[in-house]
């Protein structure tokens, strides 16, 4: 297991995966949910490396074959960083809707081995102007995506050289949210 991932909101993968059959991760969510929407509950969802190099979903069992039984306390660490961070971000008019964490061992020890709560690894959106359904305003690198997929990039190295534009408001959205989540602006 690679990545473990925490959904508060539908979006990315999970929304492909839902779309498709209802589930995310082999977890069961209630019917009728739009791309977007606030999930009853967050979910820890485990990840890893397909052989070309993405990550793909994978349940919790198949998370448990890989990592044993660290794979409960990974789960409940998750979920509770996930937990504070959200709130920390919804207290300035921030949604974070998923995010992932990356978990190693240093001297036999679950720790933190790469970053956490960036836009990199983070879905962050303006809280005031999200609507269930519509694809929200994201402090993270879904402009980059969005903009890869309607370019056809089939997915495979080399991506195409993205333009100035996107690599400006890139720029431009990080900043934005280090902003209010590290000077605690408030958005409007």
């Given at each position: 297991?690679d990545?473990?991932?925490?959904?508060?909101?539908?979006?990315?993968?999970?929304?492909?995966?839902y779309?498709?059959?209802?589930?995310?991760?082999?977890?069961?969510?209630p019917?009728?949910l739009?791309?977007?929407?606030k999930?009853?509950?967050?979910?820890?969802t485990?990840?890893?490396?397909?052989?070309?190099?993405?990550?793909?979903?994978?349940t919790?069992?198949?998370a448990?074959?890989?990592v044993?039984?660290?794979?409960?306390?990974?789960?409940?660490?998750?979920?509770?960083?996930y937990?504070?961070?959200?709130?920390y971000?919804?207290?300035?008019?921030?949604?974070?809707?998923?995010?992932?964490f990356?978990f190693?061992?240093v001297?036999n020890?679950?720790t933190l081995?790469d970053?956490?709560?960036t836009?990199?690894s983070s879905?962050?959106w303006?809280?005031f102007?999200?609507?269930?359904?519509e694809?929200?305003?994201?402090?993270?690198?879904q402009?980059?995506?969005?903009?890869?997929?309607?370019?056809h990039w089939?997915?495979?190295?080399?991506?195409?050289n993205l333009?100035n534009?996107?690599i400006?408001?890139?720029?431009?959205?990080y900043?934005e949210i280090?902003?209010?989540i590290?000077?605690a602006q408030l958005?409007k």
């Amino acid at each position: 297991m690679d990545k473990s991932n925490v959904r508060g909101y539908l979006a990315g993968s999970a929304w492909r995966e839902y779309n498709t059959t209802g589930k995310v991760t082999g977890l069961n969510l209630p019917l009728g949910l739009k791309f977007a929407d606030k999930l009853p509950q967050p979910v820890f969802t485990p990840s890893t490396k397909s052989n070309k190099g993405n990550d793909i979903n994978i349940t919790f069992e198949q998370a448990r074959s890989i990592v044993g039984d660290d794979i409960e306390e990974l789960s409940r660490i998750s979920l509770a960083l996930y937990s504070k961070a959200s709130k920390y971000a919804d207290d300035r008019g921030i949604i974070l809707a998923d995010t992932k964490f990356e978990f190693g061992r240093v001297d036999n020890r679950i720790t933190l081995v790469d970053e956490v709560l960036t836009p990199d690894s983070s879905r962050y959106w303006n809280k005031f102007s999200w609507k269930p359904g519509e694809n929200p305003f994201g402090f993270d690198k879904q402009i980059i995506r969005d903009w890869l997929d309607a370019n056809h990039w089939n997915h495979k190295p080399p991506p195409p050289n993205l333009p100035n534009k996107i690599i400006e408001e890139t720029h431009s959205r990080y900043s934005e949210i280090y902003g209010i989540i590290m000077n605690a602006q408030l958005i409007k």
